[in-house]
T-cell receptor
Framework: DGGITQSPKYLFRKEGQNVTLSCEQN?????MYWYRQDPGQGLRLIYY???????QKGDIAEGYSVSREKKESFPLTVTSAQKNPTAFYLC????????????FGSGTRLTIV | DQQVKQNSPSLSVQEGRISILNCDYT??????FLWYKKYPAEGPTFLIS?????DKNEDGRFTVFLNKSAKHLSLHIVPSQPGDSAVYFC????????????FGEGTQLTVNP
């Protein structure tokens, strides 16, 4: 079965540490996305990639970094520069053309302690 | 600039009655609209969509209406069931943004037994 996998489900890190969230898809989708969900703020785009070895900043990219070395993988690193990293992080993928919508992963809850 | 807005953070309805969730947009280039449903600690799942060339799309208990002149769409759920209780996100795309979606803030629907 094709799908998109985020791991881990829950992640705890100490303040000041970088942490990398994993996102893997076997849907053969060209485009991948990272969103952050905070209470009352909906889904805010962090980074997206339309093709391998290329990615663009979204609306709230500061303090985050990504790579897209393989079509299937789009890891997100939350750096110590991110001022308020505790949130629910969602990864999604889609075909490159518009109109098909996204397939989302099940999310990672990151808590900075 | 919030291009997709869901002005009602929450909605409560009785089981069996109609639920109406609303969404407004400002970008006249949007040509495809989607609704996603999200349970806590899970990724959103696709519910229903509509192209800008249509004004209505129906799928079982779910109907989406699009009023392009008013830049408004709505999701009707009839009859509402307790299992429909979730956060509903409206999303839109346009051909110039490729596959990227713009999301609203979400509306928490609660269906009371």
């Amino acid at each position: 079965d094709g799908g998109i996998t985020q791991s881990p489900k829950y992640l705890f890190r100490k303040e000041g540490q970088n942490v990398t969230l994993s996102c893997e898809q076997n849907l053969n989708h060209d485009a991948m996305y990272w969103y952050r969900q905070d209470p009352g703020q909906g889904l805010r785009l962090i980074y997206y990639s339309q093709i391998v070895n290329d990615f663009q900043k979204g609306d709230i990219a500061e303090g985050y970094s990504v790579s897209r070395e393989k079509k299937e993988s789009f890891p997100l690193t939350v750096t110590s520069a991110q001022k308020n990293p505790t949130a629910f992080y969602l990864c999604a993928s889609s075909p490159r053309d518009s109109g098909y919508g996204y397939t989302f992963g099940s999310g990672t809850r990151l808590t900075i302690v | 600039d919030q291009q997709v807005k869901q002005n009602s953070p929450s909605l409560s309805v009785q089981e069996g009655r109609i639920s109406i969730l609303n969404c407004d947009y400002t970008n006249s280039m949007f040509d495809y609209f989607l609704w996603y449903k999200k349970y806590p600690a899970e990724g959103p799942t696709f519910l229903i969509s509509i192209s800008s060339i249509k004004d209505k799309n129906e799928d079982g208990r779910f109907t989406v209406f699009l009023n392009k002149s008013a830049k408004h769409l709505s999701l009707h759920i009839v009859p509402s069931q307790p299992g429909d209780s979730a956060v509903y996100f409206c999303a839109a795309s346009d051909v110039t943004s490729g596959s990227r979606l713009t999301f609203g803030e979400g509306t928490q629907l609660t269906v009371n037994p």
